[in-house]
């Protein structure tokens, strides 16, 4: 009994020594100013690049808390629009969701994307925006649907070969879970209006300019957890850090 005891208690010691890293590196990386944009845009910062290192190396609930800790200390070192830090809950979602798709819960992923894009489409003003707009989280839903439904979840692993394309996809789908987020505060919930107070012209505008920037910031943090994910998870392996979901 005592083994036991110790054993989880040193489990315990490392996911709060990885909790306490990662929350000083998402507040890090929260504090930086990101790619300009029109308003407190997607991501203002760089928060986007540790969203899918996080969920890769903590569990769901862990990785949720390191994020939240960490854009909340970063939002109040490099402040921004009034109303961001609302916005940036999507970023302790994204980190959580990729946890989840490193576990094998794509089907619970694929029904907050169903939810989420069901809710967008059901509000009327989202009828006024370009359909096209969000092409990029459209194709993210065609992936999780299609991986949700794969006889056996390994056989994709077989198929891409690399690990690292595993590591892509999913920090890939992580991130358009924070936005489809941010998207559900903005259009279903109305903030566009009652934060805001946007008309339908400067709706279509930020749409446009965000088919452009979201996809390449996105492509920016997929591309970073391609090259650096395989270290991360190597070293945690060989430190004998790696931590059960």
């Known amino acids: 009994m005592v083994r036991i005891k110790d054993r989880f208690t040193m489990r315990d010691r490392r996911l709060v020594a990885l909790i306490t890293v990662f929350t000083a590196l998402n507040a890090t990386f929260d504090s930086l100013p990101g790619i300009p944009q029109l308003i407190s845009g997607v991501w203002y910062s760089w928060i986007f690049i540790m969203e899918p290192l996080t969920g890769l190396v903590l569990p769901p609930y862990a990785a949720y808390i390191s994020t939240l800790l960490g854009v909340i200390v970063g939002h109040n070192v490099y ?24 576990n094998g819960k794509y089907r619970t992923v694929l029904l907050y994307y169903a939810l989420s894009l069901l809710s967008y489409f059901a509000t009327p003003v989202s009828w006024d925006l ?101 270290y991360v998870s190597r070293v945690l392996g060989e430190l004998g850090l790696e931590l059960e979901a």
């Open 79 to 102: 402040q921004r629009g009034e109303y961001e830090l609302l916005f940036a809950l999507g970023a302790p979602l994204g980190a959580a969701v990729y946890s989840l798709l490193k």
């Open 130 to 230: 370009p359909l096209w707009g969000m092409w990029n989280t459209y194709i993210a839903f065609i992936i999780i649907l299609v991986l949700s439904f794969l006889p056996e979840k390994r056989i994709y692993v077989e198929i891409l070969s690399r690990k690292r394309i595993i590591y892509a996809l999913n920090a890939y789908l992580c991130l358009e879970s924070d936005i489809l987020f941010r998207i559900f505060l903005f259009i279903p919930c109305g903030t566009y209006s009652s934060l805001y107070s946007f008309s339908i012209e400067t709706l279509r505008i930020i749409w446009l300019a965000g088919a452009m920037v979201t996809p390449a910031q996105v492509l920016i943090a997929t591309l970073f957890t391609f090259m650096l994910a395989p």
